[in-house]
DNA sequence: AACCTGATCAACCGCCGGGTC
DNA sequence: AGACCCGGCGGTTGATCAGGT
């Protein structure tokens, strides 16, 4: 059983207590749960306590009969949030790694505002959480190119520059990783194969240059080729490094930390999220592409990324900023 | 040290769809 | 059929923090 001291929302809390509430008026769900007592605004431990214990005790669900249940003076709805984005024990916390800011950019790109959706090929990351780093990183870098974040110049931006540097910041981890790991020759003869593969495509460039085709095939190679990106960051580790980088095959005995320094073996993660990890295995073995062989197709990138520098520039958009790729996107 | 400003993110709100009676 | 409840979603707010002046 856990300890109140177990509870992370200690001192973590923000808004103002019930008291200080933004508003005083009567809220639907207070007319729907018939209470005029309800507190609003930062749980406190003993709340966050109650809740944990009592899903433990009888699983989620219900929320509003949940609620009076537990004995929390507070909506259905407020439980569930807290629940999901706060206290669930998968819940990462920190950083979003750049395996994750590149899976958000894609998912986005074909999904728009579904921030739940989205959220699914994030495991641990919430929607809330996804939602804030759209509005509070993304969002700001529309505005100071002084582009609507749904114009097709933002897009092609994001698209053409800034998730090719991701890769590229994701294979550089990814080399100097495997360049001091155990596992070295495992990765590179992977890679070395899936090149051959790439490079017998006639129709892979194609691919990537059509974008609109980007989602499926050419993102399934990249989620796996998180061998020490994204998966080992699934793991927890917010940037790799070689003492905490593991392959996929060598995971099984393998463990990161996250910046909060909990320490969770892979096996446990699949385990917890078998659906994930198939997704992932499948659309890797249908694409037949290994993760550097995808980042090998950076080069193609950058060529547009050079094109498109010459055809923007020459448009008439000067803009310094615009092109700033490092200051505007990755200095954050 | 005090103030200002922008960034962050937990929590709230309103709306909608599905289920039940 | 329609009223009601509930859960889930996307949008928004505002307290707090951190860095700059």
């Not at 009567?26 to 018939?34: D, H, I, L």
Request: one cysteine or more.
């Amino acid at each position: 059983m856990m300890t109140m001291m177990d509870v992370k929302g200690i001192n973590s809390n923000r808004k103002s207590s019930s008291s200080s509430s933004s508003s005083s008026s009567t809220t639907q769900s207070e007319e729907e749960m018939g209470a005029h007592d309800l507190r609003r605004g930062p749980w406190t431990a003993e709340e966050d306590f109650n809740l944990i214990n009592y899903i433990a005790t009888h699983g989620e669900g219900r929320w509003n009969s949940l609620a009076r249940s537990a004995g929390l003076k507070r909506t259905g709805k407020s439980c569930r949030l807290r629940w999901l984005n706060y206290l669930r024990p998968d819940v990462r916390r920190g950083n979003i790694t750049l395996e994750e800011q590149l899976m958000i950019l894609e998912l986005h790109s074909r999904w728009g505002n579904r921030w739940s959706k989205i959220a699914q090929h994030l495991p641990g990351r919430t929607d809330n959480e996804i939602k804030n780093y759209w509005r509070t990183r993304v969002q700001k870098h529309a505005k100071q190119l002084k582009c609507d974040v749904n114009s097709k110049q933002f897009k092609d931006t994001m698209r053409y520059l800034w998730m090719p540097r991701l890769i590229e910041r994701i294979q550089a981890a990814n080399t100097n990783a495997t360049s001091t790991s155990t596992s070295t020759a495992t990765t590179t003869a992977a890679a070395t194969t899936g090149v051959a593969n790439i490079t017998t495509d006639p129709t892979y460039h194609h691919h990537l240059i059509n974008n609109t085709d980007m989602g499926n095939r050419q993102w399934a190679a990249v989620v796996h080729g998180g061998a020490a990106g994204l998966v080992g960051n699934e793991f927890g580790a917010a940037h790799v490094t070689p003492t905490t980088y593991t392959t996929p095959e060598t995971s099984s005995t393998g463990a990161s930390s996250d910046s909060f320094g909990t320490r969770v073996s892979p096996n446990d993660y699949y385990n917890m999220n078998p659906d994930y990890f198939q997704s992932v295995q499948v659309g890797y073995s249908d694409s037949m592409i290994s993760p550097s062989g995808y980042f090998n197709q950076v080069m193609d990138f950058q060529t547009m990324e050079q094109n498109n520098h010459q055809l923007w520039v020459d448009g008439g958009d000067t803009s310094e900023n615009l092109w700033n790729v490092d200051d505007i996107w990755f200095n954050m």
